[in-house]
T-cell receptor, first 114, second 115 residues
């Protein structure tokens, strides 16, 4: 089975801090995605990556950046955390070059910015 | 542009009753369709997927879904709901290939199950 591991289940940080959320997958997948999930808003795509050192903006990239130095790892960075970034963050991965492959999700990181 | 609509934000059913969750999509070509389930505090788990062929697809946990091209729908069904089915359900459609290999998501339907 595909395993997608997010480094923290719960995280509490302060406004203005630089925050790193890590995601690792063990299936040699080309594609990795970061979403945030808020009540009533579903899953919103922040950034995604189709290859090492490659990144594409999703629907809500403002205030975030990403890093993909190795194929198995995709990091989400909050450059200067703000309270409106308090949310559930979900990482997903999938293989192949088409959207016909299901995405595999980690358990999520619930991030609180105080 | 592709889109997915889940018309029901919240549904409550009694345990043992049948369930149907609605999903409508907008997509110009043959869609790749998915249903996911999310238990509280967890990530999303794939229930089933449709690519082509038989329009009635079977998934895990006793769920099935039917693709109806004429209605642009992919509704999820279960004949008898269990209390453990209480969760959030998401429908998604594949957006394409190449640099557009992401999924387009519905906003989800929250399912509550009465004992």
């Amino acid at each position: 089975d595909v395993k997608v591991t997010q480094s923290s289940r719960y995280l509490v940080k302060r406004t203005g801090e630089k925050v790193f959320l890590e995601c690792v997958q063990d299936m040699d997948h080309e594609n990795m995605f970061w979403y945030r999930q808020d009540p009533g808003l579903g899953l919103r795509l922040i950034y995604f990556s189709y290859d090492v050192k490659m990144k594409e903006k999703g629907d809500i990239p403002e205030g975030y950046s990403v890093s993909r130095e190795k194929k198995e790892r995709f990091s989400l960075i909050l450059e200067s955390a703000s309270t409106n970034q308090t949310s559930m963050y979900l990482c997903a991965s999938t293989g192949g070059h088409h959207s016909n492959q299901p995405q595999h999700f980690g358990d999520g990181t619930r991030l609180s910015i105080l | 542009a592709q889109s997915v609509t889940q018309p029901d934000i919240h549904i409550t059913v009694s345990e043992g009753a049948s369930l149907e969750l609605r999903c409508n999509y907008s997509y110009g070509a043959t869609p790749y369709l998915f249903w996911y389930v999310q238990s509280p505090g967890q990530g999303l788990q794939l229930l089933l997927k449709y690519f082509s062929g038989d329009t009635l697809v079977q998934g895990i946990k006793g769920f099935e879904a039917e693709f109806k091209r004429s209605q642009s729908s992919f509704n999820l069904r279960k004949p008898s709901v269990h209390w453990s089915d209480a969760a959030e359900y998401f429908c998604a459609v594949g957006a394409g290939a190449g640099n557009n290999r992401k999924l387009i998501w519905g906003l989800g339907t929250s399912l509550a199950v009465n004992p």
